[in-house]
């Protein structure tokens, strides 16, 4: 019959998102009676992983090639809905995949902290062409990074494994697989602490990837994120070529950081902003949430992302009212972002990739690194990340 012709799929932005229908039937002894079928929409791309120019030797590669040509890829990490799995409907999918498409978005993180989510979602991503980077639901604390060394947990981890690749391993969209979220260790190679993440060679790690090696060898596998070699980046240790794949930093950073910055690909850069003051007013009430300090309960559970010290530095005073801070708030998220994102994609082919913690509000939090609120709904970071997103690198 001679080779078969395809035509390719494409990421957002980069080409049509072309799909085959693909048909396995299985016939009863007659022939002809059809006792199971089994369907699936599929697509052809090609990935390839280069090096970074400039990058040290024995750098992990970090340019993705798809299809031949080189791709900044761009987007958020993707977090639950809903809090309650069952409740999230197809329409909630969409609304948000929509939204990061009219973003510019290429990629989607599902990043350890989830899980497998719904078929519904990778078939979206797989029409709308978003990248899906795909981790095991593996992640680090805070207080224990370490991921488990007993055979006995490993051996009951491995049917999770193979279940996720056999599972979505035939979606166009899936870009990688990757062992989990923040597994690390700390700087004097013990299994305590932070700030150096954990070797492929963990038994955890090595069995992950030899299942993916075997049941999915096409597509990388990563072993953890951020892969090292240091956790985050140090801007004392720009130039000596540590930061590869990198998370943080997750508050305002100033430009002259960025302007120095050397990291080979960025999955993780966040900053905080406040919700919309109609979700803070619905879930919390109008005043509920002044004074705008740690002395309010409602505020103090997200402690990380309370920035009452710094609208006082700017201001000289607290706020006035809910929607003072919260219009201060918002366009402090959104020119950080902007300006991370910005010198980030400005050094493609330096720099492979941009992801922004985190796409969107899980709760309806009083503030949040979301760029999409409660409701889906963009805030003035995401506004502000799709100018970026949707110039060519070249321009910026």
């Not at 798809?66 to 969409?94: H, K, S």
């Not at 005043?287 to 000289?316: T, V």
């Not at 994102?341 to 922004?356: D, E, N, T, W």
């Amino acid at each position: 019959f001679g080779p078969l012709r395809v035509d390719r799929w494409w990421p957002h932005s980069e080409g049509p998102q072309k799909l085959y229908r693909l048909s396995c039937r299985l016939f009863a002894v007659d022939g002809k009676t059809v006792v199971d079928e089994w369907i699936r929409m599929i697509g052809f791309k090609e990935i390839e992983w280069r090096p970074c120019e400039g990058a040290p030797a024995g750098a992990d590669p970090w340019i993705c090639a798809i299809n031949g040509r080189p791709v900044f890829l761009q987007g958020v990490n993707w977090t639950p809905i809903r809090p309650n799995y069952a409740d999230v409907t197809r329409a909630d999918y969409e609304k948000r995949i929509k939204a990061y498409v009219e973003m510019g978005c290429n990629v989607l993180r599902v990043w350890g902290g989830g899980f497998l989510e719904k078929e519904v979602f990778y078939e979206l991503c797989d029409r709308h062409g978003l990248l899906v980077w795909q981790e095991f639901p593996f992640s680090s604390s805070g207080i224990d990074n370490w991921p488990p060394e007993d055979p006995k947990v490993i051996a009951e981890a491995q049917p999770i494994v193979r279940s996720y690749i056999t599972r979505r391993q035939h979606h166009a969209c899936l870009l990688l697989w990757c062992g989990g979220n923040e597994l690390q260790g700390g700087f004097d190679g013990g299994k305590v602490g932070t700030g150096v993440p954990i070797p492929a060679s963990h038994p955890l790690l090595r069995m992950m990837a030899t299942e993916a090696a075997a049941l999915d060898p096409g597509r990388r596998f990563l072993h953890t994120s951020p892969a090292g070699p240091r956790f985050n980046a140090d801007e004392k240790e720009f130039g000596q070529g540590l930061h590869w794949e990198i998370h943080g930093p997750w508050q305002a950073a100033p430009e002259s950081y960025w302007a120095k910055d050397d990291a080979l690909f960025r999955s993780e850069v966040g900053v905080p902003g406040a919700s919309p003051v109609d979700i803070l007013e619905e879930y919390y009430g109008p005043r509920a949430l002044l004074p705008l300090d740690e002395s309010n309960p409602r505020w103090r559970r997200f402690g990380f992302w309370i920035q009452a010290e710094a609208f006082q530095k700017a201001h000289g005073r607290g706020p006035r009212d809910l929607t003072e801070y919260v219009t201060w708030s918002q366009q402090l998220q959104a020119g950080a972002l902007a300006c991370a994102a910005r010198y980030s994609k400005r050094r493609f082919p330096r720099c492979g990739g941009f992801i922004v913690w985190m796409g969107h509000d899980t709760f309806p939090c009083p503030a949040n690194t979301a760029v999409l609120d409660f409701e889906g709904r963009f805030k003035p970071a995401a506004e502000a990340l799709k100018l970026i997103f949707r110039t060519d690198s070249a321009k910026l």
